[in-house]
């Protein structure tokens, strides 16, 4: 008797285990899905980011125009991945703007090599247009 008991239990304990086990790979399997989902749509902002900006700066790429740049990078909304970008090149841009207005060489030189730097790290950020 006391054996049909203890294999009644392990019998129990193991159709359970098995249970809670596929109840466990269903819930894994949806977060995964849901991590995918949001990586595929984090790489679809950051490609349309990286349009617009490319967009906005065409001009400045074209003849160095800067007017109204600045607050037109500022409307855009930066992904996490380029918020150290976005605030470089408003910085950049208002050092430029600066520079012209108070024609400080100073000040454009300064937001040339910002601008030229962020060429460098960020090589997207020109297009087919650039020198």
């Known amino acids: ?72 990078i500022l409307d855009l909304r930066a992904p996490a991945k380029y918020l150290d970008f976005h605030f470089n090149l408003v910085v950049a841009l208002e050092f430029l703007e600066q520079g012209k207005t108070q024609a400080d060489n100073q000040k454009i030189k300064q937001g040339e090599e910002k601008i030229n730097r962020l060429k460098n790290d960020y090589p997207w950020i020109y297009g087919p247009n650039q020198p």
């Open 1 to 72: 008797m006391l054996i049909k008991k203890v294999f009644f239990i392990l019998l129990t304990l193991f159709f359970l285990s098995g249970c809670l086990a596929t109840r466990n790979n269903n819930n894994n399997s949806l977060v995964n899905q849901n991590q995918s989902i949001n990586v595929a749509n984090q790489e679809e902002i950051e490609s349309q980011y990286q349009a617009k900006v490319r967009e906005v700066l065409n001009t400045y790429w074209l003849n160095g125009e800067i007017s109204s740049l600045k607050g037109k």
